[in-house]
């Protein structure tokens, strides 16, 4: 696509229930990245795709967070056992991220905003 | 360790004002990524700059400049003219060769009043 897409845009559930937040990189893209922005805040980083292994998954809150990729392009993040502090907009984002072209500009979907009640 | 300060977090002007956003990082790394991302109310980053270590060279585009003075450790960013279009929360963010991974500042937000 011309973009990086997520889906749902929005997700409302319920404390204790599983999640699943979906995107799609921009195509070609083999470096992916999750991150999460609560209310009023800046981008905290979560996880890091190059190619379908995730060498970086430092970021990750707690156990509840897993996040996999497959064939190099749709990536899902899913949380388990939501709480109110899951309540986020998470981002994702994708880059060219291969040899020299690394650290190369990373472009953002517009995020899934997560709402735990 | 990687850290990014955004000192301003809001700022408010009028219409055709210069302003001007702060950005001091730290970094032990000799080669490294400076970013700037701005965050319209429609909530998608989008990319402004990217700058490397070793290119200290100022830039222009269009009203928006930007000053790396690795001295100060601070890469800042200037709207001249500003727009109400404008307004938005804008991001600096480093990272280090091969660590892929951006550091975000905490934001500053733009309110260009008209």
């Known amino acids: 696509g011309a973009g990086v897409s997520q889906s749902p845009s929005n997700k409302v559930t319920e404390k204790g229930k599983d999640v699943e937040l979906r995107c799609d990189p921009i195509?070609?893209?083999?470096?992916l990245y999750w991150y999460r922005q609560r209310l009023g805040q800046g981008l905290e980083f979560l996880i890091y795709?190059?190619?379908?292994?995730?060498?970086?998954k430092s970021g990750l809150p707690s156990d509840r967070f897993s996040a996999e990729r497959t064939g190099e392009s749709v990536s899902t993040l899913t949380i388990q056992r939501t709480q109110q502090e899951d309540s986020a907009v998470y981002l994702c984002?994708?880059?060219?991220?291969?040899?020299?072209?690394?650290?190369?500009?990373?472009?953002f979907g517009q995020g899934t905003r997560l709402t735990v009640v | 360790a990687q850290k990014v300060t955004q000192a301003q977090t809001e700022i408010s002007v009028v219409e055709k004002e210069d302003v001007t956003l702060d950005c001091v990082y730290e970094?032990?790394?000799?080669?490294?990524?400076l970013f700037w991302y701005k965050q319209p109310p429609s909530g998608e980053l989008v990319f402004l700059i990217r700058?490397?270590?070793?290119?200290?060279q100022n830039e222009i585009s269009g009203r928006y400049s930007w000053n790396f003075q690795k001295s100060t450790s601070s890469f800042n960013f200037t709207i001249t003219a500003s727009q109400v279009v404008d307004s938005a929360v804008y991001f600096c963010a480093l990272s280090e060769a091969g660590d892929y991974k951006l550091s975000f500042g905490a934001g500053t937000t733009v309110t260009v009043r008209a």
């Open positions: 195509s070609g893209h083999t470096a």
């Open positions: 700058r490397n270590s070793f290119d200290e």
């Open positions: 970094t032990r790394d000799t080669t490294y990524y």
């Open positions: 984002a994708s880059s060219l991220g291969v040899g020299e072209s690394m650290n190369t500009e990373a472009f």
């Open positions: 795709f190059q190619g379908n292994s995730a060498p970086d």
